[in-house]
C-alpha cells in the first residue's frame, strides 16, 4: 500500500520565487492535513481539508502561504513569495476520516536562501 | 502558549533501560493522546494512543501511563534496542463527537530525541 506522496523532497529557492509544494494522500482518505516542523516551533498544523474542502486554516502563517485540494487525490501548498524564515520541513498527513489516525510523507525540506 | 510540554529534550540510555518520555497539557478539553515516532529522513509515524478513560495502555513494549487530574501522560519503552533511537513526540487533540472539524487539530510537543546505545 501507497503511502502518502510528497514532492519534491528536497527543494532550494532564493528568496522572492514561488515555491509550490505536493502532496498525494492514501487512497480513500478523507482528510488531508499539511504540518510545519522547525527546531524552534515543532510540528504546526498549518492548514486541514475534509472532503477536499478547507476546514481550518488558522495556522496558515500568513496570505503568502495559500493552499489548494482541487480533488481527492492531490493537494497543492504554495508560498509566494518565499522568504528564508519559510525555511522548514513541510509534512503533509492523510486520515481515514477526521478522527482517525493521521499517517504522515517524509516531508519536504524547503531552504530559502 | 505552548499547550503540550515535553520533557526531556533528549535521553541517552543503554540497551535493555526504560526510557521514559513526559507530557504535561494544558487543555482539559484534550481526549485522545498519541504518541508518534520520527525517524531522521521520514514523516512521524504513530506508535501507540490513549483516551483518558484508562490510566495504562500496552503496546509491545510500549507503554502509556495516564494520569488525568495531573493532566499529565508519558511513555515508557520497556527493553529498549538500538533500533528505537529516533525522536518521539507526545500530542494532544479533541476528538469529541460533536467537536466539530477544527477539534481534530493535532497540538505536538517539541521532541525527545532517544537514544539507545548497544
Known amino acids: 500500500d501507497a503511502g502518502v506522496i510528497q514532492s519534491p523532497r528536497h527543494e532550494v529557492t532564493e528568496m522572492g520565487q514561488e515555491v509550490t509544494l505536493r502532496c498525494k494522500p492514501i487512497?480513500?482518505?478523507?482528510?488531508l492535513f499539511w504540518y510545519r516542523q522547525t527546531m524552534m516551533r515543532g510540528l504546526e498544523l498549518l492548514i486541514y481539508?475534509?472532503?477536499?474542502?478547507?476546514?481550518?486554516d488558522s495556522g496558515m502563517p500568513e496570505d503568502r502561504f495559500s493552499a489548494k485540494m482541487p480533488n481527492a487525490s492531490f493537494s497543492t501548498l504554495k508560498i509566494q513569495p518565499s522568504e528564508p524564515r519559510d525555511s522548514a520541513v513541510y509534512f503533509c498527513a492523510s486520515s481515514l476520516y477526521e478522527n482517525q489516525p493521521q499517517h504522515f510523507g517524509d516531508g519536504t525540506r524547503l531552504s530559502i536562501l | 502558549q505552548q499547550q503540550v510540554k515535553q520533557s526531556p529534550q533528549s535521553l541517552i540510555v543503554q540497551k535493555g533501560g526504560i526510557p521514559i518520555i513526559n507530557c504535561a497539557y494544558e487543555n482539559t478539553a484534550f481526549d485522545y493522546f498519541p504518541w508518534y515516532q520520527q525517524f531522521p529522513g521520514k514523516g512521524p509515524a504513530l506508535l501507540i494512543a490513549i483516551r483518558p478513560d484508562v490510566s495504562e495502555k500496552k503496546e509491545g513494549r510500549f507503554t502509556i501511563s495516564f494520569n488525568k487530574s495531573a493532566k499529565q501522560f508519558s511513555l515508557h519503552i520497556m527493553d529498549s534496542q538500538p533500533g528505537d533511537s529516533a525522536t518521539y513526540f507526545c500530542a494532544a487533540s479533541k476528538r469529541g463527537k460533536n467537536s466539530g472539524g477544527s477539534n481534530y487539530k493535532l497540538t505536538f510537543g517539541k521532541g525527545t530525541l532517544l537514544t539507545v546505545n548497544p
Open positions: 487512497s480513500g482518505h478523507n482528510s
Open positions: 481539508f475534509n472532503n477536499n474542502v478547507p476546514i481550518d
